[in-house]
């Protein structure tokens, strides 16, 4: 019998990565942008085997949607997926009922090797590869991006060129946040953006996002996320393998 997954994530990069990687379970997987979407691909009845939900979401958060499908009599056992680092939010996500919160980026197979857990099924015995997160040189981190995708080169391509298509309007949300002085939609969209950057390998870009996360009302941090996204997309031609 096919496992199928639900998973709801409203980032298209990050949506892509995780698609594929639940893929590789190996599952179906069917994708909801957010909350409404996510309850009318559920239904009410048990069509899936395991959901896997962003913690934020455009109409609503993780915790809300995952206590609806359960007040609809829905019991399939659900992961939490979040950009957050923060350990009272990752308490808080289990506490609503997730079994585990995975937080993003992280590799394929830390992916895989949670839903086989949850799902009982056989989980291979070999770590996951390493996912770097520190300070690197340069627009790119081509071994971060092939270590999250399992070496396919092919996929690291793809989700590159998807994110590189979404750069501009995750820019211009930034600007007019930080311009506007919004906080808390400058946050969301930067909490939003950190993922992708983390899947494709976007160092540069990876930095400069958390440099304003950290410094939300500097001019000299929006400088540099600034600068760091047009030189990002002046490389718009996908680096080669070193």
Do not use: Y
Not at 7 to 31: H, N
Not at 119 to 127: C, H, I, Y
Not at 137 to 154: C, H, I, K
Request: proline share 5%.
């Amino acid at each position: 019998m096919t496992t199928r997954l639900l998973l709801v994530e409203d980032d298209p990069t990050t949506a892509a990565f995780l698609a594929a990687a639940a893929q590789g379970v190996p599952a179906e997987v069917d994708v909801a942008g957010s909350c409404a979407a996510a309850l009318a691909l559920a239904g009410h009845q048990d069509r899936h085997d395991l959901w896997l939900i962003d913690a934020n979401l455009p109409d609503g958060d993780g915790a809300g949607l995952l206590a609806t499908l359960r007040a609809r009599g829905l019991r399939a056992p659900a992961l939490a997926h979040t950009a957050a680092l923060e350990p009272d939010i990752l308490a808080a996500l289990r506490e609503a009922g997730f079994r585990e919160v995975l937080v993003k980026p992280m590799p394929a197979t830390t992916l895989q090797v949670a839903v086989r857990d949850v799902l009982g099924l056989r989980v291979s015995e070999a770590a996951p590869p390493a996912f770097r997160t520190g300070a690197i040189e340069g627009t790119w981190d081509d071994a971060a991006a092939l270590a999250a995708l399992n070496g396919e080169r092919a996929h690291v391509d793809a989700l590159r060129k998807l994110f590189l298509g979404e750069l501009p309007d995750a820019c211009d949300n930034v600007r007019s946040a930080a311009h506007a002085g919004n906080v808390d939609t400058l946050r969301a969209a930067l909490h939003r953006l950190r993922a992708s950057c983390g899947f494709v390998g976007a160092a540069r870009m990876a930095a400069a996002v958390a440099g304003l996360q950290e410094s939300p009302h500097s001019g000299q941090a929006l400088a540099h996320f600034l600068q760091a996204a047009q030189d990002t997309l002046s490389s718009a031609s996908v680096p080669d393998e070193a």
